[in-house]
């Protein structure tokens, strides 16, 4: 049977563990919640800039072929996305992907937040861990990317480029809210504790990792960010799997965007 068992049946380490092993979850019913779950991200991405738009430039309303036209400037984008905007549009939409997450999975599957991978946190000495696995994911990703360079020449993302317009101490917290806490807390719930552990239950856990990492950097809509990130969910998955902890992954995370972010402020000319 393909469904899933209900908490009060299971052990207490059941219960306090991913939901790896056990009864699987329907496959079906997991692709078509990710499937709403990612649609709901970005329903509430357009939202949020569609609001942004139009409290900062109100005249749109009335001159459609005016915003067709500042659309097709790239740079009109980046002075949109200012660290107060990207704030808005990161912290919304990241909790509306969470609570999505959590919330049908729950309905679906009867999980609970302890097998999405958010039991009790680790040990100081294991969120260390999820530190050197974020710098090591940093150092890999970073060279695949400059090999995409040196073959394909540059290659500037826009979000990138939009925080290395960010100036000051305030639109760095703000950024770091948007990049290093929203983002990896709920990637990390939807990516590794809801999409990978549905894959490893079916799966052998190499296949579940590259299939998962693959959806990751699809995600993004960057094609040239594909490969680096892609890297990244790899490592991250397999971080998942090796330490049954959510926790470390989403230090891990933190630790790539956090030292992504500091670049972008300090070496604006590098992603260029």
Same mark, same amino acid.
């Given at each position: 049977?393909?469904?899933?068992?209900?908490?009060?049946?299971?052990? *207490?380490?059941?219960?306090?563990?991913? #939901?790896?092993?056990?009864?699987?979850?329907?496959?079906?019913?997991?692709?078509?919640?990710? !499937? @709403?779950?990612?649609?709901?991200?970005?329903?509430?991405?357009? @939202?949020?800039? %569609?609001?942004?738009? !139009?409290?900062?430039?109100?005249?749109?309303?009335?001159?459609?072929?005016?915003?067709?036209?500042?659309?097709?400037?790239?740079?009109?984008?980046?002075?949109?996305?200012?660290?107060?905007?990207?704030?808005?549009?990161?912290?919304?939409?990241? #909790?509306?992907?969470?609570?999505?997450?959590?919330?049908?999975?729950?309905?679906?599957?009867?999980?609970?937040?302890?097998?999405?991978?958010?039991?009790? $946190?680790?040990?100081?000495?294991?969120?260390?861990?999820?530190?050197?696995?974020?710098?090591?994911?940093? %150092? @890999?990703?970073?060279? &695949?990317?400059?090999?995409?360079?040196? &073959?394909?020449?540059?290659?500037?993302?826009?979000?990138?480029?939009?925080?290395?317009?960010?100036?000051?101490?305030?639109?760095?917290?703000?950024?770091?809210?948007?990049?290093?806490?929203?983002?990896?807390?709920?990637?990390?719930?939807?990516?590794?504790?809801? %999409?990978?552990?549905?894959?490893?239950?079916?799966?052998?856990? $190499?296949?579940?990792? #590259? =299939?998962?990492?693959?959806?990751?950097? #699809?995600?993004?809509?960057?094609?040239?960010?594909?490969? *680096?990130?892609?890297? =990244?969910? &790899?490592?991250?998955?397999?971080?998942? /799997?090796?330490?049954?902890?959510?926790?470390?992954? =989403?230090?891990?995370?933190?630790?790539?965007?956090? &030292?992504?972010?500091?670049?972008? /402020?300090?070496?604006?000319? /590098? !992603?260029?």
């Amino acid at each position: 049977m393909d469904n899933a068992t209900p908490p009060e049946q299971l052990t *207490p380490a059941a219960q306090a563990a991913p #939901a790896f092993s056990g009864v699987r979850w329907n496959g079906w019913t997991l692709t078509a919640l990710a !499937l @709403v779950c990612i649609i709901g991200f970005f329903v509430a991405q357009t @939202v949020l800039l %569609i609001f942004i738009l !139009l409290r900062d430039y109100p005249d749109f309303v009335r001159y459609p072929q005016e915003l067709l036209r500042q659309l097709s400037d790239p740079s009109f984008e980046l002075n949109l996305l200012t660290a107060k905007n990207l704030w808005v549009i990161s912290v919304f939409s990241e #909790a509306t992907l969470a609570l999505m997450t959590i919330g049908l999975a729950q309905m679906a599957f009867r999980a609970t937040p302890a097998q999405l991978g958010l039991g009790r $946190v680790p040990k100081s000495v294991w969120l260390l861990r999820g530190v050197i696995v974020g710098v090591v994911l940093v %150092i @890999v990703s970073s060279a &695949i990317d400059a090999g995409l360079k040196s &073959i394909f020449g540059p290659h500037p993302q826009p979000q990138a480029q939009a925080l290395a317009k960010h100036h000051g101490a305030f639109a760095f917290l703000l950024d770091f809210m948007s990049v290093a806490v929203a983002a990896p807390v709920a990637e990390e719930l939807f990516f590794r504790g809801f %999409i990978f552990t549905g894959l490893v239950q079916r799966m052998s856990p $190499v296949w579940a990792m #590259a =299939i998962s990492a693959a959806v990751f950097g #699809a995600a993004h809509l960057e094609k040239w960010a594909f490969l *680096p990130i892609f890297a =990244i969910g &790899i490592g991250l998955a397999w971080t998942y /799997y090796a330490t049954r902890s959510l926790w470390v992954n =989403i230090v891990a995370h933190a630790t790539v965007n956090t &030292i992504s972010l500091v670049i972008a /402020y300090t070496f604006p000319q /590098y !992603l260029k």
